[in-house]
């Protein structure tokens, strides 16, 4: 039974593993983007899981209730959701400029580029 | 996408309930999940279904892009006011007790109801910003 | 009933992970990433981590999914085929995965109460924060005010970067024949 509660741990291991692959090995700007995106909700996944409590409910008081999820976790999480969708946005937006220096989002292309000047 | 019919008149009929679910989300952030953030995001989300269905120049009409600049300072300042206000009442830098003399929660429901509307403005208008940014890219 | 339904979503979302990395038409990859993102959002729920789900919800399946497209619009559709180049990158991400995998079996049981981490503060927070406080929801209380100060780095940071957004694409790009004029 203690195996069947690292499985969410192992999902997230698996997961986070699945997108640095994705960085490191594809060439395309875009879908290394991509491959961070799934990266980070792959940590996301991981911080929420060690913050659930058997038996306990979403941590907002109501009388029902008397055990809850731990908040910390969320309250960190929720400002990493919004940070990197921050630094999303800015990445994507310094791919459409090298697009319009390098007529390419192909890493070696631009590489290869920068060796002919 | 506006001489497409059926994608116009749905799109009328949403856009005035995306924004006011945005604006229940905001200020229900205290007694269920919500807060700034999610309300930021659902209220731009709007204004980028306007964009879609009826082109950039009318957003643009609408959401006029040096107002929404403008509004992306104002929240962080509402919430830096906030801050400041605590200082000048006596107390610590962001310290809502001070807010109120007589009930320091009621000093808390109030330090957090702005700041969270500080939030929530500037959201909004980083994500409209945004994706006028790039939406007005590709036409030169 | 509830971990079986957490197991199958979870093993939704490594299928489709694993489709992104063989999809070689980005249009594809980047709806996967939003449905893979609206996944994540209905496991964080079942985690009894709502505000985290909706926030997912709403900024990664709408915002991130919106933006990449739109960057589609203004680059290329197609991702160029790459030959060889496997090795080395699987190595890499095998030996890291097993060595956070072993990591991952000293951690403590899933859902204990009495872990390290639900010691200490939190129980602080969960018993004192309605009376100090006086709202509900705890997540906003933390977040708003015992930690105002992390927030107030956040909106800091999204101000920023919608700062940054418009210095990189705020004017509209510049006409070639007018750049092959100036030189």
Redesign the interface.
């Known amino acids: 039974m203690q195996y069947l509660g690292l499985y969410n741990y192992w999902i997230a291991v698996i997961l986070m593993m699945t997108g640095f692959y994705i960085v490191i090995s594809s060439g395309n700007l875009i879908k290394k983007i991509i491959g961070l995106n799934i990266f980070q909700v792959s940590v996301f996944l991981f911080y929420i899981s060690m913050g659930k409590i058997t038996g306990g409910t ?1 941590p ?1 008081k109501t009388d029902a209730a008397s055990i809850y999820s731990n908040p910390l976790p969320h309250v960190l999480i ?1 400002t990493a959701i ?1 940070v990197g969708v921050a630094t999303t ?1 800015l990445g ?2 310094l791919v ?1 400029r090298i697009k319009e220096a390098y007529g390419t989002v192909e890493e070696d292309e631009i590489h290869s580029q920068d060796e002919a000047w | 996408m506006k001489d497409q019919i059926v994608l116009r008149v749905i799109a009328k009929l949403f856009i005035p309930f995306i924004l006011l679910f945005a604006l229940y ?1 905001q200020f229900h ?7 700034g ?2 309300a930021g ?2 209220f ?2 709007a204004f ?1 279904l306007y964009t879609l269905i009826f082109g950039l120049e009318a957003a643009k009409k609408v959401a006029k892009p040096n107002l929404v ?1 403008v509004l ?2 104002v ?2 300042l509402l ?2 006011g906030t ?1 400041i206000m605590g200082i000048l009442l006596g107390g610590n ?2 310290d ?1 007790n001070v807010l109120d003399h007589h009930d320091p ?1 009621h000093g ?2 109030l ?2 109801l702005l ?2 509307l ?2 929530g403005i ?2 909004a ?3 409209i ?3 006028f ?8 | 009933m509830i971990h079986l339904l957490d197991i199958i979503l979870l093993t939704f979302m490594v299928i489709i992970a694993f489709t992104v990395v063989r999809l070689h038409n980005l249009f594809a990859a980047i709806v996967l990433t939003g449905i893979y993102s609206l996944l994540s959002a209905s496991v964080f729920t079942i985690l009894d981590a ?2 985290v ?3 997912e919800a ?2 990664g399946a ?2 991130a999914t ?2 990449m497209l ?2 589609l ?2 680059t290329s559709a197609e991702e160029k085929v790459q030959q060889g180049k496997i090795i080395f990158p699987l190595m890499v991400v095998i030996l890291t995965g097993a060595v956070l995998i072993y990591g991952t079996l000293d951690m403590p049981q899933y859902g204990d109460p009495k872990a390290h981490i639900h010691q200490h503060v939190a129980p602080r927070y969960i018993i004192e924060s309605p ?7 705890m ?3 933390v ?3 015992y930690r ?2 992390d ?2 780095g956040e ?2 940071v ?2 920023t ?3 940054g ?2 210095l ?3 004017r ?2 510049r ?1 070639k024949s007018k750049e092959k004029d100036e030189r």
């Open positions: 979403a907002i929720l919004v946005a994507l937006s459409v | 989300v952030g205290d007694y269920r999940p919500g807060g953030f999610q995001v659902i731009a989300a980028v600049q992306v300072a929240g962080v919430y830096v801050g830098f962001l809502y929660v808390q429901h330090g957090i700041i969270e500080g939030v500037t959201v208008s980083v994500m910003t945004i994706f940014s790039f939406a007005g890219r590709g036409q030169s | 709502v505000d789900a909706f926030t709403a900024v709408g915002i919106i933006l739109g960057t619009a203004l009376e100090e406080i006086g709202l509900p929801n997540v906003t209380s977040l708003a005010s105002g100060y927030t107030l909106v800091t999204i101000f970067a919608g700062i957004v418009v990189l694409l705020g509209s790009r006409n």
